[in-house]
C-alpha cells in the first residue's frame, strides 16, 4: 500500500519562498509519476506540477511556471516542491498524488494515490 505524507505548509509573506516535501513509501517508485495538486474552499483541485519518477521529466501549470520547482530524491523517495516568490492566490491545501506509468500526469483523476494535504497561507 503507497502512503503518501505531505510536511512544509505553512504561514509566507508574499515574494517569500517555501518548500513542501512528500514521503513517499511502500513501493519501488520506477515507472511512477508524482504530482502536486492544490485546492481552496470551494474550488476544484487542480494540477501544480508533476515529474516522472525514472526520467525526472517535469511538467507545469502555467500560473507557477518559473516560480515553482519540482523535484525528487530517489534515494529518500521523497518528492519536494520548491516555491518561490509566493502570491497570496498561491494560499490554497497542497496534496501529494501518485500514480502508476507516465501518461497523463496533469489529470487529476488518473493519479490512484493521495496524501492527506498540507495548508499553504501567503499574506499579502
Known amino acids: 500500500q503507497v502512503q503518501l505524507v505531505e510536511s512544509g505548509g505553512g504561514l509566507v509573506q508574499a515574494g517569500g519562498p517555501l518548500r513542501l516535501s512528500c514521503a513517499a513509501s511502500g513501493r519501488t517508485f520506477s515507472n511512477y509519476a508524482m504530482a502536486w495538486f492544490r485546492q481552496v474552499p470551494g474550488k476544484e483541485r487542480e494540477f501544480v506540477a508533476a515529474l516522472r519518477w525514472n526520467s525526472g521529466s517535469t511538467d507545469y501549470a502555467d500560473s507557477v511556471k518559473e516560480r515553482f520547482t519540482i523535484s525528487r530524491d530517489i534515494a529518500k523517495s521523497t518528492l519536494y516542491l520548491q516555491m518561490n516568490s509566493l502570491k497570496p492566490e498561491d494560499t490554497a491545501v497542497y496534496y501529494c498524488?501518485?500514480?502508476?506509468?507516465?501518461?497523463?500526469?496533469?489529470?487529476?483523476?488518473?493519479?490512484?494515490?493521495w496524501g492527506q494535504g498540507t495548508q499553504v497561507t501567503v499574506s499579502s
Open positions: 498524488a501518485c500514480k502508476m506509468g507516465s501518461a497523463f500526469i496533469t489529470v487529476m483523476t488518473s493519479y490512484e494515490y
